[in-house]
């Protein structure tokens, strides 16, 4: 009797707690990633399989077990081809997100030194060429820097590292401008690049409504902590991104209140 206890009595250390824990916070994060999207349906299924060979196994079906152990065997590099875009987008969040939290100290010194000389950020000439945009029902799409540099976006563009005003986004963005196809990022008090190319989200729950600009800048705020501001060719409505979500059709002044309390905690 007492030995039938102690083979059945399980001893957990805080080594396979800790484990577990991590363990689940990884799943966690692929689900964050792949929600909303095609493939959360085939993530499922691999999950499916694996579970179906684990009794498969337990069952000692022998033919069975060794089709699928060859298929699983094989499945990282079925993984690595069929989430190549997810495995793309959390090394993206990796870089962009957590690799400015290890920073040297001298280079959050200067980073930090840099920040404070810079001219703040004139939310009133984005808003207002914005509102002019938006009247004129003139299609717009800005980025707006916080932590991320969004260089990699930058290059697809050109640079121009021009002052912010309301006059040169209004004429950037004219439909006859060379400049007008694409977006702009502002970094700092700067019109940093325009014309640049931001990646596309795939989150399949998206509204109909929103075209290219509006899944540019979700798919931006997916991979980076930048707010990306859109108006809309169609209808003139402004929206605001940030974090993966939208607010559709908002006012000038509501776009105002929310700027300033995001670029204010950035």
Known sequence: MELLLTT???HVRILDIVDIVIVAFLLYQIYLLIRG???MNIFLGIVLLYFIWLVVRALNMELLGNILGQVIGVGVIALIIVFQQEIRKFLLLLGTRYTS???????????RAEQNTASPINIDA?????????????GALIAITRNSELEVYSETGDILNAE?????????FFKNSPLHDGAVIIKGNKIHSARCVLPISEN????????????????????????????SEETGKISLADNGSIDYG????????????KLQNK
Request: proline fraction near 4%; aromatic fraction near 4%.
């Open 8 to 10: 059945l009595f399980i």
């Open 37 to 39: 999207t095609s493939a």
């Open 101 to 111: 939290r290890g920073k040297s100290a001298l280079e959050s010194l200067l980073l």
């Open 126 to 138: 984005i808003i207002k060429a914005c509102k002019n945009l938006a009247e004129s029902k003139t």
């Open 164 to 172: 912010l005003s309301s006059r040169l986004l209004e004429n950037i």
């Open 204 to 231: 399949l729950n998206l509204p109909p409504q929103f075209g290219m600009r509006h899944k540019s800048a979700i798919g931006l705020t997916e991979v980076t902590d930048a707010v990306v501001i859109v108006v």
């Open 250 to 261: 908002i006012s000038p002044y509501d776009l105002k209140q929310k700027l300033e309390q």
